[in-house]
């Protein structure tokens, strides 16, 4: 089984210091249940990614898998008859079905070089590895605005707040209005190990104020993690997502005004069926699939 490392090593007071990120390939082949999708998630993130044209933006921090999304959602769109395209820094997964490029700054291809270059290349499908400044985000708006469907991520709290990104590099409103499909934001959860976890009766005070502002019934029994010789003694084995998916209808696209209210337009969409973060991970724990400390720790109280 082969596996790719992404090494960083740094000098320091008592020698050399390394941080090796794991990449397994095996992990982009996944379907879309298996990258952590529930039915509605799963038909609501195809509605996005199908379309023909149009922006659709992964949020969250570094290490929160939004490069495996991408790549599988990639992998799941690709047929013969797509010339599907990326700008990447750096290429994480090489695969024969994509056709993709690599930033480079001693030549001066960045991402918004790279997208400008992609759009003469008949390009069905786009995905740009970061949207970082406002010239990316005007090429990425441009291919939109020309037919084309891109994929790409940023770095935000939460789904709504990728608007209020895109307004802060200073993307006009109404450009944001009439390309932006959709934005999911994620995170990762560990898993309980099933061999060893451990059944407690829930603090209804900690629930509280994790659903806080949502219905969602106390459950009978939540797990925590032990620890034993199938999960090496750490309570945890393997990590799932958590997705908070938001679909820019006819109804939400009004409100990303000169004016914008982030508040508002989250309010509007819970209201139209949007699960917040939050509440993803309390299902997860009321599942038995993580622990309420897990999801605290990721989903602080204080975001």
């Given amino acids: 089984r082969e596996v790719e490392l992404r090494i ?17 390939p095996d992990i982009v082949v996944r379907s879309y249940a298996e990258l952590g999708f529930d039915p509605h998630e799963e038909q609501l993130w195809r509605a996005l990614v199908e379309r023909p044209h149009g922006v659709v933006l992964v949020t969250g921090p570094t290490g929160s898998g939004k490069t495996t999304t991408l790549y599988s959602t990639l992998k799941q769109l690709a047929r013969p008859e797509l010339n599907v395209c990326t700008i990447e820094d750096p290429i994480e997964m090489v695969a024969s079905e994509l056709n993709q490029m690599q930033v480079q700054p001693a030549i001066d291809l960045d991402f918004a070089a790279g997208v400008r270059t992609l759009l003469r290349q008949d390009p069905d499908i786009i995905m740009v590895g970061e949207i970082r400044d406002l010239e990316t985000a005007q090429m990425a708006v441009q291919a ?31 450009l944001i209005q009439s390309t932006l499909a959709g934005v999911v934001a994620q995170r990762l959860l560990r898993v309980l190990c099933p061999h060893c976890k451990r059944e407690i009766a ?14 969602m019934a106390l459950p009978t029994r939540v797990f925590v993690p032990v620890g034993c010789i199938e999960c090496r003694h750490t309570g945890y084995r393997g990590r799932i997502a958590v997705y908070e998916m938001l679909r820019l209808g006819p109804s939400l696209r009004p409100l990303v005004g000169v004016s914008f209210d982030c508040a508002r337009l989250t309010q509007q969409a819970e209201r139209e069926g ?4 939050r509440m993803a991970g309390a299902s997860a724990v009321a599942r038995g699939i993580t622990a309420l400390d897990e999801v605290l720790t990721v989903l602080p109280l204080a975001e």
């Fill in 8 to 24: 960083s090593v740094m000098p320091t007071a008592f020698g050399e210091k390394a941080v090796m990120r794991i990449f397994d």
């Fill in 274 to 277: 949007m699960r917040p973060l």
């Fill in 202 to 215: 829930p603090d209804g005070d900690v629930w509280q104020a994790l659903t806080r502002g949502h219905s």
């Fill in 144 to 174: 939109a605005l020309t037919g084309h469907l891109l994929l790409s991520t940023l770095h935000t709290n939460d789904a709504p707040s990728a608007i209020t990104r895109l307004l802060d590099l200073g993307v006009p409103h109404y």
